[in-house]
Nanobody
């Protein structure tokens, strides 16, 4: 089975930066053809799109993070990254890694990002 493990979450001050990583493991031998993304869910709110990246490298960002976050992937490492800059308190959430493999969506268990004022 495909496993996604997020890391890099933590507590940082507003204006700071953080880099999240997502490692794919398990039955998947390659992620190169799989679209991947980051989603987040704040307490009491719905899960929302942060950013996606296709197998071809096309990216898409949710409006709240445009210009501040950058999604990238390293297919050789079977990894997904999210560089977060100019962090705001509203960015506080559990961040989840997603992978779409042959139409089946896989989720990581999430990593908590807390931004203090």
């Amino acid at each position: 089975q495909v496993q996604l493990v997020e890391s890099g979450g933590g507590l940082v001050q507003a204006g700071g930066s953080l880099n999240l990583s997502c490692a794919a493991a398990g039955s998947i031998t390659s992620i190169s053809s799989s679209a991947m993304g980051w989603y987040r869910q704040a307490t009491g709110k719905q899960r929302e799109l942060v950013a996606t990246i296709t197998g071809g490298g096309t990216t898409n960002y949710g409006d709240p993070v445009k210009g501040r976050f950058t999604i990238s992937r390293d297919n050789a490492r079977k990894a997904l990254y999210l560089q977060m800059n100019s962090l705001k308190p509203d960015d506080t959430a559990v961040y989840y890694c997603q992978l779409n493999r042959w139409g089946i969506i896989h989720w990581g268990k999430g990593t908590l990002v807390t931004i203090s004022s």
